[in-house]
């Protein structure tokens, strides 16, 4: 069978979901909950850190192009792509367990280096990871079936990664409260740090182990011949991005969403804690509605793009989105209502749909960029352009790590009190609902500029196979 249609085994869809699995159980965990574990456990100021946060991004900058270049240059034994879930699997692991050790409590020297050496590990995995499902396959419906699958282990991971405060909790201190004279579990202070790490260990030695599954049960079927990967170096990076305009349009899309996504993810646990005053187990189950709709919506992604296209998919499921911050920012900010927690958790099930299945779709067009760059180019840099998409997603994450950093900072929030002020809380609430809302609504205009429909997809594989079988 050749490799444009190409169909995958569920053994080998799954086996290749396990690596989102995996990194989700690492990354996001680090993406999601250091920021919270600086401010809270590590003694960082706010602006502190989210200053480090944007000075790791410059340095993904330039290391990203490297790590893709290599990666199509490179040719380990056990496969171009699939060999870097183990090598780069295992340092990523310990960097990020180091990321949550507060041996070291409010030394920024020792959280730049653990946190530099975690984000160029994981860009040892991402890239690579990326690639190696442009590898396996050109088929547009299969690649589409093949990246729900991914989404639906991605989300399996973030709903494990948001029961963090009750793993915590397992490990965590208990102190009296003086208010209610009862023993209390303590997982967002100094006296949690063992707690954390603990928690962190578990998260990323399973992680671990899942990216050796997914190792096993991957095979690489489309490849750049040796010829032409003797060819490849850094700069290339550029100049796929200048000639490749949807993969442009796409990784634009990228940093909007990965921002607005971090805004959010890491706004919860403030929004949780000082807007609701929620309970470990309030803000886990908070936390779960951000992931549950993902079983529900992504298997159903295929049928529905067949109907509405991809644009209007992504215009269908951000609008969902949007509307469902602004009701959440209404709700609680009506007092009648901001104690209504079965209301929020409605709301917070309805703006989670939205944002699963527009921003788990989005990794499906990753591998078209790369195809549409063969048929420009006549080459497969699978690997530089998944770096690209990693430099912009990454950047993402860092804005949405600065963002929450200096609006915290702005409104006055103190991580010594337990209570905040009015514009505290109002400005973790914009975190959680307005500004990304805002930020959605760009994404809907961006995604609207991308051109490669099913149809165009299938004329550039028929013309790229065809031109394989004149060589």
Excluded at 147 to 155: G, S
């Amino acid at each position: 069978m050749d490799n444009v249609s190409q169909k995958l085994s569920w053994r080998e869809r799954i086996g290749l979901g396990t690596g989102e699995l995996a990194q989700n159980l690492i990354y996001q965990t680090v993406s999601i909950w250091l920021l919270f574990f600086y401010t809270n456990v590590y003694g960082l100021k706010p602006e502190t850190a989210a200053v480090m946060f944007l000075v790791v991004r410059f340095i993904d900058i330039l290391w990203d192009p490297v790590v893709g270049a290599f990666v199509d240059k490179a040719s380990p034994r056990w496969g171009k792509y699939r060999s870097w879930l183990i090598l780069g699997g295992i340092p990523l692991a310990a960097f990020a367990i180091l990321c949550f050790w507060n041996g070291f409590s409010g030394s920024l020297l020792y959280a730049y280096v653990t946190y530099v050496g975690m984000s160029m590990c994981f860009t040892l995995i991402n890239v690579p990871y990326g690639a190696l499902q442009s590898s396996v396959t050109r088929d547009t419906e299969e690649i589409t079936i093949l990246t729900t699958v991914r989404m639906l282990f991605a989300n399996f991971g973030g709903l494990v990664i948001k029961t963090l405060p009750l793993v915590i909790a397992i490990f965590a201190p208990r102190v009296l409260n003086p208010e209610t004279g009862k023993m209390e579990v303590v997982y967002n202070t100094p006296e949690a740090g063992t707690a954390w790490f603990i928690t962190m260990g578990i998260f990323a030695l399973v992680g671990l182990a899942l990216f050796f599954i997914c190792f096993a049960e991957s095979r690489e079927r489309i490849a750049m011949d040796k010829s032409d990967t003797e060819k490849v170096k850094a700069s290339d990076l550029w100049m796929e991005l200048v000639r490749n305009r949807p993969l442009r349009v796409l990784s634009i899309f990228f940093i909007v969403a990965f921002t607005t996504m971090s805004i959010s993810n890491a706004a919860d646990s403030y929004f949780m804690t000082y807007n609701i005053q929620a309970t470990p187990l309030m803000t886990t189950v908070f936390m779960w509605l951000g992931t549950i709709p993902a079983f529900i919506f992504l298997p159903l992604v295929p049928a529905i793009k067949k109907r509405t296209g991809k644009k209007g998919l992504f215009r269908l499921f951000l609008g969902f989105a949007i509307l469902g911050m602004l009701l959440m920012y209404l709700f609680v900010s009506a007092p009648s209502l901001k104690n209504c927690f079965p209301l929020l958790c409605v709301v917070q099930f309805f703006k989670s749909s939205g944002v699963l299945v527009a921003t788990g779709y989005m990794w499906a067009l990753v591998p078209e960029t790369v195809t549409y760059g063969e048929y420009q180019t006549g080459r497969r840099v699978a690997g530089i352009v998944n770096a690209i998409i990693c430099i912009f997603m990454k950047a993402g994450i860092a804005l949405g790590g600065v963002v929450p950093g200096l609006v915290l900072s702005w409104v006055g929030f103190n991580a010594s009190h337990q209570a905040q002020t009015p514009l505290a809380e109002q400005g973790i609430l914009w975190l959680v609902t307005l500004i990304p809302a805002a930020l959605y609504l760009l994404s809907i205009f961006i995604i609207g500029k991308y051109e490669l429909t099913d149809s165009k997809m299938e004329q550039i594989n028929k013309e790229i196979t065809e031109r394989e079988l004149c060589k």
